[in-house]
């Protein structure tokens, strides 16, 4: 027998409440006026970096958050809403919805969650324009680096 619209849409609330709770970074933005073909673009995008991206009705969304003990988020789900998620990498969905949203002069970021906390726009855009995981190795390597090189000049220096 089917379940009730009541249960189906309570076993989403959770769903997407346990998610919320475990997600690294969550991003909450407008997306009218994408077409299929760009949605499913940017879909592609977060999928090969692992994250995940879902629309949920508002009133789910809503709840959801509630649920997950975010309620300042709750806020900004009015209106069509996308949800970009990852509880693996926590700057891969705020720089791919934010380099896409730049690209498509369409999409505009609402709200968030990093780490735990509630994020706001200008947290999520900042978070976004962090170098990648492999370019802050670099530059730590080249700042750890950088005194033996001038030390290994200066003593090659003084040599001759």
């Known amino acids: 027998m089917q379940k009730s619209v009541i249960e189906r849409k309570a076993e989403l609330v959770e769903e997407l409440s346990e998610k919320l709770k475990n997600a690294a970074t969550v991003v909450a933005f407008n997306y009218p006026g994408l077409t299929v073909d760009q949605f499913t673009k940017l879909r592609n995008q977060l999928r090969e970096a692992d994250c995940e991206i879902k629309v949920y009705k508002n009133n789910i969304s809503r ?40 690209e498509s002069k369409i999409i505009t970021i609402e709200a968030g969650v990093i780490e735990g906390n509630v994020a706001s726009v200008e947290e999520i855009n900042a978070l976004a324009q ?8 670099t530059q730590l390597a080249v700042g750890l680096l950088t005194p033996v090189r001038e030390l290994a000049i200066g003593l090659n220096m003084i040599e001759k």
């Not at 975010?70 to 806020?75: E, W």
């Not at 949800?83 to 705020?94: E, F, K, L, R």
């Open 63 to 102: 709840r959801a958050s509630i649920a997950a003990g975010f309620d300042a988020l709750a806020d900004a789900f009015v209106g069509p809403k996308a949800i970009a998620m990852s509880s693996v990498d926590v700057v891969a969905p705020a720089k791919i919805v934010y380099e896409f949203a730049k």
């Open 130 to 137: 962090l170098p990648s995981r492999e370019g802050m190795l």
